[in-house]
Antibody
Framework: EVHLVESGGGLVQPGGSLRLSCAAS????????MHWVRQPPGKGLEWVSG????????GYGDSVKGRFIISRDNAKNSLYLQMNNVKPEDTAIYYC??????????????WGQGVLVTVSS | SSVLTQPPSVSVAPGQTARITCGGH??????VHWYQQRPGQAPLLVIY???DRPSGIPERFSGSSSWNTATLTISRAEAGDEADYFC???????????FGGGTKLTVL
């Protein structure tokens, strides 16, 4: 069974940095692209970033491009999101999601339970 | 840019059929995927590649797509189907993953 567990969320001040982690188990991590998707409280879903299994195909949503960095460590079955220069509008639940099949931009067939990031002074 | 438009809410009586639409231009060359999100839970993939169901998703869930509209159909609606539903595509022109705004399904 696929299991994705996010960590690293919390309260951060505007302009600050935070690093999210996602621990994966139950599947061959280095066979699949992985993604971060976020959801502001009470609102819809927004794709943040995704990368291929080899990390050679990386994409970012327009609202985080230049501020966030996605990475992975296949040896540790882990996905990361380095969030820099955060803004109040980055406040959201951040989900780690596994890509389905051999594509690199969805669909997302497994999701973690999410971690809350709050950007506030 | 591609904008996916969903109705904010849809209501259906138990046992009846609910249809949730996702409007956007040029679905002919892109696959549409659908997610169910119950309150307080993570999203769940219910339809991928326009009409395919992942393992474990009931046959009551089906999908279709025309050139400018994708539709998620839920037959014989049950109370447990109450949730938010989101459509999603990969906009190859901009290399962005896009979600629709979501539709809240109420089973009256």
């Amino acid at each position: 069974e696929v299991h994705l567990v996010e960590s690293g969320g919390g309260l951060v001040q505007p302009g600050g940095s935070l690093r999210l982690s996602c621990a994966a188990s139950g599947f061959r991590f280095d066979d699949y692209a992985m993604h971060w998707v976020r959801q502001p409280p009470g609102k819809g879903l927004e794709w943040v970033s995704g990368l291929s299994w080899q990390s050679d195909d990386i994409g970012y949503g327009d609202s985080v491009k230049g501020r966030f960095i996605i990475s992975r460590d296949n040896a540790k079955n882990s996905l990361y999101l380095q969030m820099n220069n955060v803004k109040p509008e980055d406040t959201a639940i951040y989900y780690c999601a596994k890509n389905y099949g051999d594509t690199t931009r969805g669909p997302f067939d497994s999701w973690g339970q999410g971690v809350l990031v709050t950007v506030s002074s | 840019s591609s904008v996916l438009t969903q109705p904010p809410s849809v209501s259906v009586a138990p046992g009846q059929t609910a249809r949730i639409t996702c409007g956007g231009h040029n679905f002919r060359d892109r696959s549409v995927h659908w997610y169910q999100q119950r309150p307080g839970q993570a999203p769940l993939l219910v339809i991928y590649d326009d009409m395919d169901r992942p393992s474990g998703i009931p046959e009551r869930f089906s999908g279709s797509s025309s050139w400018n509209t994708a539709t998620l159909t839920i037959s014989r609606a049950e109370a447990g189907d109450e949730a938010d539903y989101f459509c999603q595509v990969w906009d190859t022109g901009s290399d962005l993953v896009r979600f629709g705004g979501g539709t809240k399904l109420t089973v009256l």
